[in-house]
């Protein structure tokens, strides 16, 4: 699949566009009750809605600024509503993310339907801000502070425990690593307070119930705007990963509001606002890597060895076994940092795979080999520069990775580890046996959370599921290392009269498995509204992993060459580990 080479909007406020009719950016455009589109980024209109920043107090003057991007349905076509998007993280921004990938979504929906991506709450264009200047990306004080209309104007759970049994070994990293982490964390916790804490900013009204409620504002304003009723709205969506987490909490809190809802790489709800951020089956992934590789054999895998399964699996194990870290640091080893360094790469490319497993697996084999290669010639250290550059750095893709915390640890604040400053042992442990590739990534999330006081304004916590107005259908994919094609089985039993595909196939998300059953179900789905009855599964339509003519006699470099490209593409919704 293509997403739409990158438009530079990620860094700055507003987009920077250049035409010659007028394109405005969101600090141009007047937030107000209801909704004023205008022109930017060329094919786009945006808009910026007001809505109160406490929906339990929604009289008291504070305001929320949600910025919009629509992408409009072709006027010669049939007009069926608008499907609003969200693309995971949780804090990735949906208008940017429109902006790039419009074409992609609407070519799932089919036609008639205008796209709106939005920010949620706090994040990307939207003020108060949650931005804090975390790892020195610079604050903009002047989206730090909610608007008051009384006196400014505006227009109109517990965690679950898991077992390891796991055929890999990965080492685990050092606790001197894991006090890093809580460092880091205190750092976050000092500049919230300082800067985004407060009864008018935006942290505390971050969690996803508040951007359900401002989901719906978004569609009774697009209502008015069409000049028809608001009260009855019915809001159509598409979400995928974090966006089913929103999507399911929408749906539980205003199902009379529901329309046509399409929830694909689904977060287990109950699981997530419980604290857990597992189970997931990354450990399962790369135990399919060895598999299919050595299936493949060495023709068709760089890794292969051409003697069994058990022998790649013994390979892979003994080249970790280079990497340890901890006992680096605990047996002073010589080459401690760039181990260190190189264990983060490893963790990082290991948790990001599963995501895309047919463009990365082949990658993945050829980086083995090269580092191998470092490995018996002691030269890791010398490749230290394009060892590094295998891997963006997972947040690379989050312009603000606070948001990221402030998102996920607001919505998890009640558990027992969210501001709790020290994680016990026993837990660290118990969430790290929980997977051998995923479970440091994991601790260090858990530590994020543990450092921050947060007073959520508003958590959900109401009832899961309900009898929606619209049915809804979900998307499981089979081999989904992040969100278990089980999540939505799951999910699917608690909403009335929806229904659910299964689809063959290992990544994270439809968007990047490109099946064209599951794409056929979710248009007709969005066009005439037709379910998939008992007609609901999709078998695999792609190549083997391993074309046997792929790999064999490409140098690794020259495959790795398209690396960057790739992976970018493969964490630009998701990003390891995250929703
Ligand atoms: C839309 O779908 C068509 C047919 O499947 C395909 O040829 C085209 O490349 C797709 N466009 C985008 C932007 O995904
Ligand atoms: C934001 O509001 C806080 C009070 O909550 C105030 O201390 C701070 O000065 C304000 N910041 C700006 C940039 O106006
Ligand atoms: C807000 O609007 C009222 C009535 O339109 C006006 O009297 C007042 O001056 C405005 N306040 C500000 C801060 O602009
Ligand atoms: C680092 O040094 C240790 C001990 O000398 C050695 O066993 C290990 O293979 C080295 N690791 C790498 C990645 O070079
Ligand atoms: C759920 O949260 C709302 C908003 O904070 C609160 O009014 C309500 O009492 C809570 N309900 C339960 C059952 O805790
Ligand atoms: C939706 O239904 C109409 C009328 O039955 C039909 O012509 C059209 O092909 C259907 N659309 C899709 C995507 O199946």
Redesign the pocket.
Known sequence: MKLVAAAAVLSSIAPVVATADKEYTFDEIPAAEDLSWYPCNLAFTCARLSVPLNPLKPNNGLRSEIPLVLYPADPSDEYKGAVLVNPGGPGISGTDFILQAAPVIANLTGPGWDIIGFDTRGTGYSKPNGAVGYHGVPLVPEVQNATNILSDNVTKGSIRKFKRRSELKIPYKSDAWLQKQYEDGEELNTLIQKYANKENQAVPYMTTPHVAFDMLQIAKAHARSEDLPDKDVLVNYYGSSYGTLLGQTFASLYPQHVGKFVLEGVVDMKAYYGGSLGPNHLDKTISNFVTTCSDAGPKGCAFATGKGRDDVLKRFNDLMA??DSAK?VAEN???AT??EE?HDVVRGIFTSVGYDAQEAFPILADQLVLLEG??KS?T?AENREKLLSWIASPFSFLTRKEYYYEILCSDMAGNEFVGSKKLSKEFVDSVRSGSTVAGDTLALTYAICSSLDLKPNWKFNGTVGGETKTPMLFVGVSGDPVTPAENAEGAQKLYKNSEMVHVEGDAHSIIYLQNKCANDNVKVYFQNLTLPGNNNRCARDTAPIFPKSNSAGLSPLKSLDGFGRTMALTILLFIGLMF
């Open positions: 280079h990497f680096a080893w010589a080459n760039i181990v190189a470092w490995v002691n890791v």
